[in-house]
Each structure stands twice: as structure tokens, then as C-alpha cells.
């Protein structure tokens, strides 16, 4: 109680919101800190009472008009919504969640936990197929979708067991049918009614599923993590007067994550339904936005547009851009922090462990690449696969040990026991840190390469590869090889075309001056530019799916391209 006390008060001191506190706000937000509360629901509850006409959210569709919601109509829609789950049945059961980007997804989550119902996020992109099997898998009693994903519904209604002809609840008039399908404006009807008792729903989220089915995380809000998210906020410059541009899914922990922490200190969110480098840019500008989170891939993108584009948009208001969710290339930080300042964060942690490490700019400018060091309140280890831990500068499977770890793998004991060590819980990611103390990753357990007896890291190949000025973007595999075991194969996105020509001798040349001989890929699979590795919709490279890709000869899809404002 102390400890969540004392970081509070040092967060509102260091951050300024101590002095936007009224009376009414001070009260909500003694009686629910000492009560453990800490989600969305605190969130919205403590400032719809301290400061109910400021504008919360702000939807900045690509059609359409912008909508702005108070924090008080937040709060008040929450409750509805918590109410309208009461009455039908589905308080302290769970509710499958497949949208894209729109304000009902926020008030939706916040609004369950009020009713103690556990929110299943999964992709808009899943096709029926998988959308049956999360379905099934989690148990969910109701679903909410975007109206534009009707077909998917539709296809895969046959296969969800649990899930009451009455249950399915359409967003939007916009897309398809499903029959029967309420508007979800009815779990809106119902009168507010406070009632903080069982704010106490989970949220169930399934991995992005990169070697099988995905495993469904099951995340609690608890008292025991309320230190942790105030530790991590006073590392940062997150303030009360923020605008945070959300523009990754939310159907993922990571904009999920900043949302709340960006709320939490009272700030305003400017939700884009999609990412577009131009719109990203323009919005920016528009909004003042002082705070971003992108995966990297979006960065890479955003930078792609040239020194030129990029400048003809006012973005002097960022304060702070911060990349996770896949490895974060030197180069790229190096550039967006020429063209916008030291204002790039790279962090990692994963929706099973929360946020673990933090790189400042300064860490990235001495350490290129680096996650950074721990965030107060995690215990990391890098253990070897005997369980001993390895000195600075060798590469061990990462560990970490906060208040953030999720409850365990939903219905799946074995995969839960499987990534605990002693109270520790890894995702499989290998890591090592190096003389100053920054901890960089090196790629995943499951994609280490070893070939003629070496291990061979893929992360540090493609480190390497990157600061080639004939590569785009690169991801190394380890293809079979009858002599070696597994020969290093690097597929490269070339930069133009116009470099194809000797591009493999000229980066077999590159990786021989900067690394030893086993790192040096054996085969160089070239792509030409515009065309896309297959990812996640994180961002992170399917290196099973490259690895097929690869053998079979199935050629490589060109990035749909996607209208965008004219250029300035």
C-alpha cells in the first residue's frame, strides 16, 4: 500500500498532475489506489470525476468526420455497457472482441471489466477458420465485431459453440449482414450505474501464434501492478497535457498499453483506424501530438517517404516516439532521431511479461539496436539451457520477473509450466548485454541457427546486413544443409533494382569485414524492391512462413499500395 502510494504521489509531483487535482478527483483517486484499481476503469472513473469535459479520445477516421469523447462521456458509456452485460447474462463470463480501430473498442474493454467480464481481443484479420478457434478456445459467450468483417462472422457462425444466437453484437452500418445480429448500441441503452465491485474482469490475449495455435495470455488487473506501471511512467516524459497518437491495432497489447498510460496522467488520445506514413505525419501535425508507439516495421515505413516529405510536416510537438514489439534496427533509430530529435525509445516486453526494458535516447545513440536496461521492479536473468546464467557479452535465453506476468496460458497448464523458471517467465527470446549494461536482443530460441556446430544468432547477421546500403530489410533463416547441418541464408529486400546485379558478392564482402566466418551467410535469397516478407501484424518477420517460402519458390507479394494524401 505504501509503495503505490509513494509512486503515485512522485509521479503526480514529477509529471505536474498534482496540480491539475480538483476535490472530486483527489477522492475517486485515493479510494480506488488504496482499493488496487489501476486499469481503464480507475482510469476513466478518476478522471471523469476529476475532469469530465476534457476531451478523453479523439476518433480521426480516414472517412468521416472526427469525433471527440469527454472523459465523462467515457466514464458514463463505460457504465452503460457494464450495465447492459448484467442484463444479459454475461457478467463474469467472456466476450470475443474482433474490430478495427474505433472508439467502441475502448469503451467496450473498460466497460466489461466493470461488469466483470473478461475481454477476448483477437486480429480483424483472422480468417473463420481461426476466428472458431479462439472462439472456442476461450470460451467466449458473446462476440462484438466490426460490420465490415460480417462475411468472417458469418463463414465461422456455424462453429461457435458457446455463443447464444442473441450474443452477436454488429459495430457500424458499414460492410455486411450477419442475421440476427444486434446493433451494439443496445449495450448502450441501459441506465449508468456505478457499481466498482467487480471491477475485476480479465483480459485474454492470444499470441500472434509464429510456430502453432496461438496461446491465449490471461491478464489481471491487481494491486501488485500499480507500482510498476508508476515506476515506468517516471522514466519516460509522459505528461498530463499529452496527445497520444494511437496507431498500431488494438487488438494488441501495445496500443492498448501506451493508451492507458497516456490516460492514466489524463492525457488525450487521437485514435487513426489504420496506419498511413502520410496520415500518421498529418496528424501529427494537426493534433500536436507530443507521443507516439510504433513497431518497427511502421517506422521503417514512415521513413521511407525521404528526408523530404517527412520535413514538409510540422512535427516539432513530438516529445517522445517509442518502438517495440520486434527489434528496432540501428539505422533507423539513428535516422529518426536525425529528423525528429532524441525523442526515440526502444522497449521491450511481451503481452505475457509486460514492459521489462527501457533504451533512453542516449542508450540508443551508445548502444544502436539495444531494448535498453531493466525498468525499475524487474529482475531479468539470461540463462543457458542448463538454467545457469551467462556473463556480459554471451547470448542466453531471456528471463524476467515483475508484477506485470500474466496469470498463465488460458486452459494450457503445459505451456504455462513450460515458460516459468524459478518464478521467472520467458517467451523465448535470446538476449545479451553488453559492457555498459544495455541488454540487446538476438533473436528467438526457436530460429537460432546452428550450423557446422556454431550457434549463429540471427538478430546479429541481420544487425549487420542492415547497414548495407544495398538492403531495404533483411531476416535471416537457417535453411537444411547435407555438409553443414543448417547454412546461414539471408533473404534481402534490396533498395532499387538497379542493385541487383553482384548484390550478392557485394554483401557476402559486407558480412566477411564485420563478422566471423560462420555468421557469413552461404546463400543470399534477393528480393527485389517493393515486395514484402511475411509478417505478423506486429511486425515481426514469420520465419516458418519465410522458411517455406523459401524452399517451395513461391514468389513474393508487393505491398498493396494504398491511396494517400497528395505529397506537399
Not at 147 to 167: C, F, H, S, V
Not at 266 to 293: M, N, S, Y
Not at 356 to 373: F, H, K, M, N, W
Not at 491 to 506: I, Y
Amino acid at each position: 500500500m505504501l509503495d503505490r502510494v509513494e509512486n503515485a504521489a512522485a509521479l503526480a509531483v514529477q509529471s505536474g498532475l498534482v496540480w491539475s487535482f480538483r476535490p472530486e478527483g483527489a477522492w475517486a483517486a485515493a479510494r480506488l489506489l488504496a482499493r488496487g484499481k489501476s486499469g481503464p476503469s480507475a482510469i476513466y472513473r478518476i478522471h471523469g470525476a476529476n475532469t469530465p469535459d476534457k476531451p478523453g479520445l479523439v476518433f480521426d477516421p480516414r472517412e468521416g468526420a472526427q469525433v471527440r469523447y469527454t472523459y465523462g462521456e467515457l466514464d458514463e458509456a463505460c457504465d452503460r455497457i457494464a450495465a447492459g452485460m448484467r442484463r444479459r447474462g454475461l457478467a463474469g463470463g467472456s466476450v470475443l472482441v474482433m474490430m478495427k480501430n474505433r472508439p467502441e473498442y475502448m469503451v467496450l474493454g473498460t466497460g466489461a471489466s466493470r461488469a466483470g467480464t473478461a475481454v477476448v481481443t483477437i486480429s480483424w484479420r483472422s480468417t473463420p477458420a481461426e476466428l472458431a478457434y479462439l472462439a472456442n478456445h476461450s470460451g467466449a459467450r458473446a462476440v462484438v465485431f466490426d460490420a465490415a468483417l460480417a462475411p468472417t462472422i458469418e463463414k465461422a457462425r456455424g462453429e461457435l459453440t458457446n455463443i447464444a444466437a442473441d450474443a452477436f453484437f454488429m459495430v457500424g452500418g458499414v460492410g455486411g449482414e450477419v442475421p440476427g445480429a444486434r446493433p451494439f448500441s443496445e449495450l448502450l441503452d441501459e441506465p449508468p450505474e456505478q457499481n466498482d465491485a467487480a471491477e475485476d474482469g480479465a483480459v485474454v490475449i492470444y499470441t500472434s501464434g509464429t510456430t502453432g495455435k496461438p496461446k491465449g495470455a490471461v491478464r489481471k488487473f491487481n494491486k501488485e501492478q500499480v507500482p510498476s506501471i508508476f515506476r515506468f511512467l517516471r522514466e519516460t516524459p509522459f505528461r498530463p497535457d499529452d496527445v497520444h497518437l494511437a496507431a498500431c491495432p488494438l487488438y494488441h497489447t501495445t496500443a492498448f498499453g501506451f493508451i492507458s498510460m497516456t490516460q492514466i496522467l489524463g492525457g488525450t488520445i487521437v485514435l487513426l483506424d489504420e496506419f498511413e506514413p502520410r496520415r500518421f505525419l498529418e496528424a501529427v501535425e494537426r493534433h500536436r501530438v507530443t507521443t507516439t508507439v510504433l513497431v518497427p516495421t511502421m517506422l521503417h515505413r514512415l521513413l521511407d517517404l525521404g528526408d523530404d516529405v517527412i520535413r514538409r510536416y510540422d512535427t516539432r510537438s513530438l516529445r517522445a516516439i517509442f518502438c517495440t514489439s520486434a527489434p528496432l534496427p540501428g539505422p533507423d533509430s539513428d535516422k529518426a532521431m536525425e529528423l525528429f530529435g532524441d525523442i526515440v525509445f526502444n522497449l521491450y516486453g511481451a503481452t505475457e511479461t509486460g514492459i521489462v526494458t527501457l533504451a533512453q535516447p542516449e542508450d540508443l545513440r551508445g548502444s544502436p539496436g539495444t531494448i535498453g536496461r531493466a525498468v525499475a521492479g524487474n529482475e531479468i536473468r539470461l540463462l543457458d539451457d542448463e538454467g545457469r546464467e551467462v556473463p556480459d557479452g554471451q547470448v542466453g535465453e531471456l528471463f524476467a520477473k515483475n508484477a506485470m506476468l500474466v496469470a498463465g496460458y488460458h486452459r494450457d497448464e503445459t505451456a504455462t509450466k513450460s515458460s516459468m523458471r524459478d518464478g521467472f517467465f520467458s517467451v523465448g527470446d535470446l538476449a545479451r548485454r553488453d559492457h555498459r549494461g544495455c541488454y540487446h536482443l538476438e533473436g528467438r530460441k526457436r530460429d537460432m541457427i546452428i550450423t557446422g556446430g556454431v550457434n549463429v544468432y540471427p538478430a546479429e547477421v541481420e544487425q549487420t546486413l542492415e547497414a548495407s546500403p544495398d538492403v531495404d530489410e533483411v531476416a535471416v533463416i537457417g535453411l537444411p544443409d547435407p555438409e553443414w547441418g543448417e547454412r546461414v541464408t539471408a533473404v534481402v529486400v534490396l533498395r532499387s533494382e538497379a542493385q541487383r546485379t553482384g548484390a550478392d558478392q557485394r554483401l557476402r564482402a559486407f558480412c566477411k569485414e564485420r563478422l566471423a566466418g560462420p555468421k557469413v551467410p552461404r546463400q543470399f535469397v534477393l528480393v527485389p524492391p517493393g515486395e514484402v516478407l511475411p509478417r505478423n501484424p506486429t511486425g515481426k518477420v514469420l520465419k516458418r512462413d519465410l522458411r517455406a517460402q523459401v524452399t517451395s519458390g513461391v514468389e513474393f507479394v508487393s505491398e498493396p499500395v494504398k491511396p494517400e494524401a497528395e505529397p506537399r
